[in-house]
């Protein structure tokens, strides 16, 4: 099992930068695909990006592809998401999710994943 728990977020304007933070307290943590997904007032959560076991592949939301990057850092249990040119679309809860899987791809069904941290607000000014 692991615990996630989510940083960085906060409000910045519209072409801004933000890097979002998710410590994992697991000693297995480089057995793990990670995610970030995200849900808006009134919309559903929705897929960010994800990256597998190694951080040797990732994938994004056609929303966000050249913007954001996500990367992870197994020898400090970490993966984080680089957030540049924002919009004010981008604004929503960030969520960091784990799930056990040493394949070589990554997972973007939020459902592949049981672990979910608490969330981080991100909000961006127009």
């Known amino acids: 099992q692991v615990q996630l728990a989510e940083s960085g977020g906060g409000l910045v304007q519209a072409g801004g930068s933000l890097r979002l933070s998710c410590a994992a307290s697991?000693?297995?943590?480089?057995?793990?695909?990670m995610g970030w997904f995200r849900r808006a007032p009134g919309r559903e959560r929705e897929f960010v990006a994800a990256?597998?076991?190694?951080?040797?592949?990732?994938g994004y939301a056609d929303s966000v592809k050249g913007r954001f990057t996500i990367s992870k850092d197994n020898a400090k249990n970490m993966v984080f998401l680089q957030m540049n040119s924002l919009k004010p679309e981008d604004t929503a809860v960030y969520y960091c999710a784990a799930r056990r899987s040493t394949i070589s791809g990554w997972h973007q069904n939020s459902d592949d994943y049981p672990y979910w941290g608490q969330g981080t607000q991100v909000t961006v000014s127009s």
């Open positions: 697991s000693h297995t943590f480089s057995t793990y695909a």
């Open positions: 990256t597998n076991w190694n951080g040797g592949s990732s």
